[in-house]
């Protein structure tokens, strides 16, 4: 908009933003968003009603002295974030990834926190309009910034940097993620390096985990700060064990997360090195990692009728999902039953990276295999010991009536959409 100054200052004598009617606080600003299904200025009153202090539309027709009209409103959203992000001039982190990224926040948020006054994303807001909410919701009283930028095309991280600009950053690794909208493995690799490839035009710095030749090749010739086993700076963080927690050893230290997965190591040693690149205190870093507490259906262990569960049920990729069933094998290399859900935004690729799950769980040799989904289901059927089912209820009537044939040990993974956690009422 043309001017953004003057609704930067209704920003400022405001208590915030809000782009929900549900979720309206008094004297806040509504941006007025559209979506597939559905169009905020119709509800421009609704939030006025509710005790918003002004309505941002982009509908030309309305009147009101509470409603300032704009061009687009998604892009006022944007604009603001990044006038008032100009504002404040606090450091910003940016954390984006294929995987592990939300755990990754999280724990260098905890580890920060324990030094400085830092804000990160709430959720995961990470998107085209999340990171705007999230700019919105720092002040300048912060030490820091956390960012968490999500993608799944290209050109949406760097996007998100010109609003954000962020000073230092992260990418937690490169996977087979999001494939549909990136076009290939090739294409995550470009579209999330995009932090990197802006950094580097800033003059920023990278974070990044050495032990991934691919990301040395990335961030070694520019200014950067490695973490991970194979590190040059002064953080070098060893994987102990994962049985079923993840333990690291650590300027001499045993540091025992309540972490599970030989995956979580390399969101662990990210925090670790963070944290140690702005001068946390060790023994306040390795209180941070001890007490992180892991969220519900993100490598979640339940104990149900004398059997443990591994419910990481939140979201699933061809990496991700290899990392899990390998990292469950590890754990349990007995007595076990995988239930798996589709992976869904896998494009092209999909008949293929489901056949290539299922492959891998023949070579781990699991001992109950069950899998619902449609790109499961057809993939199964080139498999004897494999039971497939087009959808979680048809697993789930199944269960009902034969889960006498689950093992003492459970991992349940597949992507949101399945809604496999729907699974432990009949387990």
């Given at each position: 908009?043309?001017?953004?100054?003057?609704?930067?200052?209704k920003?400022?004598?405001?208590?915030?933003?809000c782009?929900?009617?549900?979720?309206?606080?008094?004297?806040?600003?509504?941006?007025?968003?559209?979506?597939?299904?559905?169009?905020g200025?119709?509800?421009?009153?609704?939030?006025?009603?509710?005790?918003?202090?002004?309505?941002?539309?982009?509908?030309?027709?309305?009147?009101?002295?509470?409603?300032?009209?704009?061009?687009?409103?998604?892009e006022s959203?944007?604009?603001?974030?990044?006038?008032?992000r100009?504002?404040?001039?606090?450091?910003?982190?940016?954390?984006?990834?294929?995987?592990?990224?939300t755990?990754?926040?999280?724990?260098?948020?905890?580890?920060?926190?324990?030094?400085?006054?830092?804000?990160?994303?709430?959720?995961?807001?990470?998107?085209?309009?999340?990171?705007?909410?999230?700019?919105?919701?720092?002040?300048?009283?912060?030490?820091l910034?956390?960012?968490?930028m999500?993608?799944?095309?290209?050109?949406?991280?760097?996007?998100?940097?010109k609003?954000?600009?962020?000073?230092?950053?992260?990418?937690?690794?490169?996977?087979?993620?999001?494939?549909?909208?990136?076009?290939?493995?090739?294409?995550?690799?470009?579209?999330?390096?995009?932090l990197?490839?802006?950094?580097?035009?800033?003059?920023?710095?990278?974070?990044?985990n050495?032990?991934?030749?691919?990301?040395?090749?990335?961030?070694?010739q520019?200014?950067?700060?490695?973490?991970?086993?194979?590190?040059?700076?002064?953080?070098?963080?060893?994987?102990?064990?994962?049985?079923?927690f993840v333990?690291?050893?650590?300027?001499?230290?045993?540091?025992?997360?309540?972490?599970?997965?030989?995956y979580?190591?390399?969101?662990?040693?990210?925090?670790?090195?963070?944290?140690?690149?702005?001068?946390?205190?060790?023994?306040?870093?390795k209180?941070?990692?001890?007490?992180?507490?892991?969220?519900?259906?993100?490598?979640?262990?339940?104990?149900?009728?004398?059997?443990?569960?591994?419910?990481?049920?939140?979201?699933?990729?061809p990496?991700?999902?290899?990392?899990?069933?390998?990292?469950?094998?590890?754990?349990?290399?007995?007595?076990?039953?995988?239930i798996?859900?589709?992976?869904?935004?896998?494009?092209?690729?999909?008949?293929?990276?489901?056949?290539?799950?299922?492959?891998?769980?023949?070579?781990?040799?699991?001992?109950?295999?069950?899998?619902?989904?449609?790109?499961?289901?057809?993939?199964?059927?080139?498999?004897?010991n494999?039971?497939?089912?087009?959808?979680?209820?048809?697993?789930?009537?199944?269960?009902?009536?034969?889960?006498?044939?689950l093992?003492?040990?459970?991992?349940?993974?597949g992507?949101?959409?399945?809604?496999?956690?729907?699974?432990?009422?009949?387990?």
């Amino acid at each position: 908009m043309k001017d953004i100054s003057n609704l930067y200052s209704k920003f400022l004598a405001s208590s915030g933003v809000c782009t929900d009617t549900r979720k309206i606080e008094p004297n806040s600003i509504f941006f007025a968003l559209k979506g597939d299904n559905f169009d905020g200025n119709a509800y421009a009153d609704k939030a006025l009603e509710s005790g918003a202090l002004l309505a941002v539309i982009d509908d030309q027709d309305q009147k009101g002295e509470s409603k300032i009209v704009v061009d687009n409103v998604l892009e006022s959203l944007q604009e603001l974030a990044n006038y008032h992000r100009n504002q404040i001039e606090i450091p910003i982190i940016a954390i984006t990834g294929s995987n592990g990224k939300t755990t990754t926040k999280k724990l260098t948020l905890d580890v920060l926190s324990k030094e400085f006054k830092v804000k990160a994303t709430a959720g995961n807001l990470n998107n085209h309009i999340g990171v705007p909410l999230t700019l919105l919701s720092f002040t300048a009283e912060l030490d820091l910034g956390i960012v968490e930028m999500g993608a799944n095309h290209q050109k949406e991280i760097e996007a998100l940097c010109k609003i954000a600009q962020p000073n230092y950053g992260l990418i937690t690794n490169f996977g087979k993620a999001h494939l549909e909208g990136f076009g290939g493995i090739e294409g995550v690799i470009k579209g999330k390096s995009e932090l990197y490839d802006y950094l580097i035009e800033k003059d920023g710095l990278i974070f990044f985990n050495r032990d991934d030749e691919l990301q040395v090749e990335k961030a070694i010739q520019h200014k950067n700060y490695s973490i991970g086993e194979k590190s040059l700076s002064d953080c070098q963080v060893i994987f102990k064990e994962a049985k079923p927690f993840v333990s690291v050893e650590y300027s001499n230290e045993i540091i025992q997360s309540k972490l599970i997965g030989s995956y979580n190591f390399k969101n662990i040693s990210a925090a670790i090195g963070i944290g140690r690149y702005f001068g946390v205190d060790k023994e306040k870093i390795k209180g941070a990692i001890e007490d992180f507490e892991p969220e519900k259906m993100r490598s979640q262990i339940i104990t149900k009728n004398g059997k443990e569960i591994l419910l990481d049920a939140y979201n699933a990729n061809p990496t991700s999902m290899e990392a899990a069933l390998r990292s469950f094998k590890q754990m349990h290399p007995d007595n076990q039953t995988v239930i798996l859900g589709d992976m869904f935004e896998v494009g092209d690729e999909a008949s293929k990276e489901h056949a290539h799950i299922l492959d891998i769980c023949q070579q781990l040799k699991f001992e109950t295999i069950w899998v619902c989904g449609e790109q499961f289901q057809e993939a199964s059927s080139e498999f004897t010991n494999v039971a497939g089912f087009k959808t979680t209820k048809d697993l789930k009537d199944y269960l009902k009536e034969n889960n006498s044939q689950l093992t003492s040990y459970i991992l349940i993974k597949g992507s949101r959409g399945m809604q496999l956690e729907s699974i432990l009422d009949v387990l």
